[in-house]
């Protein structure tokens, strides 16, 4: 069976055509808003993170196979569906497949319906993403009360691997303006392990970890280490649910791109702006002392070209 992305690398090709520019996020976006909510069990929750992985297939699955599948009894699955709501399986297979339908509805036999070609809709989806992210924002208090943690922790470790090296080399950066201690961890195995302990020995408490899709199995395990070390983990990833979202003290779910062969992460950026936002708030002082410094140092040996 081919991996997701090399799925999208079949079936997705930049032409003059037309998709619905909504219709994958918005149901990525709806499933999230009917199982966010409850409280689920661990077994419940690989039943929502499949169906959302999977909910063009799995909307028309019986109770049956999608046991089989998540690997879960079928009374499991019968306890899920009250869990979020429904008053039994058929029920909520109905509204997943009602779901599943719209977002079919954007492929590319509805090309020449709909106003925009594969970028656009590309584009739209992460628009999509921003004003999920934009509703909430609309209470910050969690932002702000882990950026004030991430403040605090010297040193401050961040956790990236694979493909989120990107958003981790970025916070980082930028961290390191308003932070005194700042420790970058982009390599798996021991390494990981070796950075993570040695954080804690030196006096850290946070970590701040990015895991964009696929995840990779070394990010769980480096989750796990830095638990088991005493560290608390801040997670910003693309799912609430699931076992990466279990491990975290905290998690930020963000919506990625996915309309493009590669993912694109306009939102998780944003969303780490914000926490860095959130850490210069927590320590007016020292950032504006910091900042001047840095600002001394950039002029003098004349880092950035003069505009």
Do not use: C
């Amino acid at each position: 069976m081919p991996s997701p992305q090399q799925a999208r690398a079949q079936a997705t090709t930049i032409t003059s055509g037309k998709t619905d520019p909504e219709a994958e996020a918005s149901a990525t976006s709806r499933l999230r808003a009917l199982f966010d909510g409850p409280h689920l069990s661990p077994g419940q929750r690989r039943i929502a993170q499949y169906l959302i992985e999977h909910i063009t297939e799995a909307a028309f699955l019986s109770i049956t196979d999608l046991a089989d599948r998540v690997g879960v009894s079928q009374p499991s699955v019968t306890r899920f569906a009250a869990a979020v709501g429904f008053s039994g399986y058929p029920a909520l297979r109905e509204r997943l497949q009602s779901i599943a339908l719209g977002t079919l509805a954007g492929g590319p036999a509805a090309a020449e319906e709909n106003g925009s070609n594969e970028l656009q809709a590309a584009v739209d989806a992460e628009i999509e993403n921003l004003e999920n992210l934009r509703r909430d924002f609309a209470d910050p208090d969690q932002v702000i009360d882990v950026g004030r943690r991430l403040s605090a922790s010297t040193p401050l470790t961040i956790l990236g691997l694979r493909i989120s090296v990107s958003l981790a080399e970025y916070f980082a950066y930028a961290a390191r303006r308003i932070h005194p201690d700042v420790r970058l961890v982009t390599r798996g195995g021991s390494v990981a392990y070796d950075a993570l302990l040695q954080s804690r020995e030196a006096g850290g408490t946070w970590v701040l970890a990015f895991s964009m899709p696929r995840h990779a199995q070394e990010t769980l395990t480096a989750v796990r280490v830095a638990r088991s070390a005493g560290l608390k983990v801040a997670l910003v990833t693309d799912l609430a649910l699931g076992t990466l979202a279990d491990e975290a003290d905290v998690t930020f779910a963000t919506g990625t791109g996915s309309r493009l062969v590669f993912d694109s992460y306009a939102a998780p950026g944003v969303m780490a702006a914000a926490l860095l936002q959130a850490m210069t708030d927590a320590g007016p002082e020292r950032t504006q002392a910091r900042l001047e410094e840095y600002e001394q140092i950039a002029e003098q040996h004349q880092f950035f070209l003069r505009e």
